[in-house]
């Protein structure tokens, strides 16, 4: 019975990255256990990159940030679970361009 418990947080643990990584990001579950085999906690990770323009390099960040943020939440993420890892800014023409990198954790 204990063992068919963990099977199925494993099992919901790899569907849940499987659909994060076909909607643009990398996810990741863990799940703790005590000597028993009973299920204690279980921790989801996520990452979403984004890429936007501005016509500064604070707009592209921001930008790059909420494109990221759309595809967390698009993977059932909320806002406030998530916050940005990375950014890299870059100038051409006179416009910016960025890439963020998002963590979203649960």
Do not use: P
């Amino acid at each position: 019975m204990i063992r068919t418990s963990m099977v199925r947080l494993r099992v919901t643990a790899v569907a849940l990255a499987a659909s994060a990584c076909l909607l643009g990001g990398a996810a990741s579950a863990q799940a703790a256990t005590t000597g028993a085999g009973r299920a204690v906690a279980a921790t989801e990770t996520a990452k979403f990159t984004g890429s936007g323009t501005g016509g500064t390099m604070g707009s592209a960040i921001e930008s790059a940030t909420n494109v990221a943020l759309s595809y967390a939440q698009a993977a059932g993420w909320q806002r406030s679970q998530c916050y940005r890892l990375a950014s890299d800014v870059r100038q051409s023409g006179g416009w910016f361009t960025a890439v963020s990198q998002v963590f979203c954790q649960r």
